[in-house]
T-cell receptor, first 114, second 115 residues
Framework: AQSVTQLGSHVSVSEGALVLLRCNYS??????LFWYVQYPNQGLQLLLK??????LVKGINGFEAEFKKSETSFHLTKPSAHMSDAAEYFC????????????FGSGTRLQVQP | DGGITQSPKYLFRKEGQNVTLSCEQN?????MYWYRQDPGQGLRLIYY???????QKGDIAEGYSVSREKKESFPLTVTSAQKNPTAFYLC??????????????FGQGTRLTVV
């Protein structure tokens, strides 16, 4: 069965600083990987996805993530944080076999300090 | 506009009552899902359905029931057997898993509170 671990339930950065949110996955087959963002009392919005094409994936709002098979990681980065980036971020994994539903990590709440 | 509509946005239930959460999508997606969100636990899968008239239990199906009579609709019933139903419930849909572009699209959620 596939799983996702997000290191750090809370991350705080200063406005303009680098954002790094960590995600490690476990899967016995090549996975699909996703990052979602959630603002308070709202649903989830897709930031970016990896589906076995380019290992460096660019998403919306200046975010990107790199798939590293050797490290089983899919960390999310943004060069310069903006106040509007404050939200909760979820990493998710799915596989083309077995249970066909996204499995989510526990989430990382990003705080951006002025 | 295409999307997923969940209703109501807020729902209050007395202990011992069943309640049904609505989820409708007009994206022509085959698959639909229900997740439960609690603080610090991420999203946990309750039920999912890949096609009409078929659905499977997720990780926390006890105390919940679903139906999938139409492609567009996937209602979730929270029964009195669910011991701790207060949570934020999210419905999602996607193309059938195994295809490319299999990301899930989410509704705005229903916050259920037991009083």
């Amino acid at each position: 069965a596939q799983s996702v671990t997000q290191l750090g339930s809370h991350v705080s950065v200063s406005e303009g600083a680098l954002v790094l949110l960590r995600c490690n996955y476990s899967s016995s087959v090549p996975p699909y990987l996703f990052w979602y963002v959630q603002y308070p009392n709202q649903g989830l919005q897709l930031l970016l996805k990896y589906t076995s094409a380019a290992t460096l994936v660019k998403g919306i709002n200046g975010f990107e993530a790199e798939f590293k098979k050797s490290e089983t990681s899919f960390h999310l980065t943004k060069p310069s944080a903006h106040m509007s980036d404050a939200a909760e971020y979820f990493c998710a994994v799915s596989v083309p076999t077995g249970r066909r539903a996204l499995t989510f990590g526990s989430g990382t709440r990003l705080q951006v300090q002025p | 506009d295409g999307g997923i509509t969940q209703s109501p946005k807020y729902l209050f239930r007395k202990e011992g009552q069943n309640v049904t959460l609505s989820c409708e999508q007009n994206l022509n997606h085959d698959a639909m899902y229900w997740y439960r969100q609690d603080p610090g636990q991420g999203l946990r899968l309750i039920y999912y359905s890949q096609i009409v008239n078929d659905f499977q239990k997720g990780d926390i199906a006890e105390g919940y029931s679903v139906s999938r009579e139409k492609k567009e609709s996937f209602p979730l019933t929270v029964t009195s057997a669910q011991k701790n139903p207060t949570a934020f419930y999210l419905c999602a849909s996607s193309r059938r898993q195994g295809a490319l572009n299999t990301e899930a699209f989410f509704g705005q959620g229903t916050r259920l509170t037991v009083v």
